[in-house]
T-cell receptor, first 112, second 115 residues
Framework: GEDVEQSLFLSVREGDSSVINCTYTDSSSTYLYWYKQEPGAGLQLLTY?????DMKQDQRLTVLLNKKDKHLSLRIADTQTGDSAIYFCAESEGAAGNKLTFGGGTRVLVKP | ETGVTQTPRHLVMGMTNKKSLKCEQH?????MYWYKQSAKKPLELMFVYSLEERVENNSVPSRFSPECPNSSHLFLHLHTLQPEDSALYLC??????????????FGSGTQLSVL
């Protein structure tokens, strides 16, 4: 079945860039997503990328997709303390009912 | 405010109790979901209601029973739960369209503790 893997933890200094990595196994993935979960809250969709793209930029967020290696990354520029959260990578196959498969999440801690 | 409201925020129940979790979405979406978030497991899809069709994860025990009376409301009825069912239960909704991105909007969750 599908599998989505992420590293557990990332520590970064305020003002630096953060890079969160994700690997997936389903070669038929159509869309890949990044969600953010702050303490005591549900998940919030940050951005997503269609599988025929290799990059998408949205303000401080840059998503890179290497489809050959099945590797997805999220870069956060000028990381702020409000960026401290758990970040989830997810993938879906549009033709198969849009079921999402989530990774285990990367906890990002931003130090002042 | 995501447009998806869950109640209660916290619930403590004994193993012999019966309780229900409630979810309401104000986004006009056509699909609603229950997810389970445990401390050491990836987010687990439990149930999907889409266009009056129910899809479930076959590994979900029968002590969890969903109900979707209309496209805006979703319930999760709980009975004779086990301590390992303690988790954060998240409701989500989306506007499903075949072949399009699955953009989920989540509620804040119900933190359930089973004693």
């Amino acid at each position: 079945g599908e599998d989505v893997e992420q590293s557990l933890f990332l520590s970064v200094r305020e003002g630096d860039s953060s890079v969160i990595n994700c690997t997936y196994t389903d070669s038929s993935s159509t869309y890949l997503y990044w969600y953010k979960q702050e303490p005591g809250a549900g998940l919030q969709l940050l951005t997503y990328i269609f599988s025929n793209m290799d990059m998408k930029q949205d303000q401080r967020l840059t998503v890179l997709l290497n489809k050959k290696d099945k590797h997805l990354s999220l870069r956060i520029a000028d990381t702020q303390t409000g960026d401290s959260a758990i970040y989830f990578c997810a993938e879906s196959e549009g033709a198969a009912g849009n079921k999402l498969t989530f990774g285990g999440g990367t906890r990002v801690l931003v130090k002042p | 405010e995501t447009g998806v409201t869950q109640t209660p925020r916290h619930l403590v129940m004994g193993m012999t109790n019966k309780k229900s979790l409630k979810c309401e979405q104000h986004l006009g979406h056509n699909a609603m979901y229950w997810y389970k978030q445990s401390a050491k497991k990836p987010l687990e899809l439990m149930f999907v209601y889409s266009l009056e069709e129910r899809v479930e994860n076959n590994s979900v025990p029968s002590r969890f029973s969903p109900e979707c009376p209309n496209s805006s409301h979703l319930f999760l009825h709980l009975h004779t739960l086990q301590p390992e069912d303690s988790a954060l239960y998240l409701c989500a909704s989306s506007q499903r369209k075949q072949g399009r991105a699955e953009k989920l909007f989540f509620g804040s969750g119900t933190q359930l503790s089973v004693l």
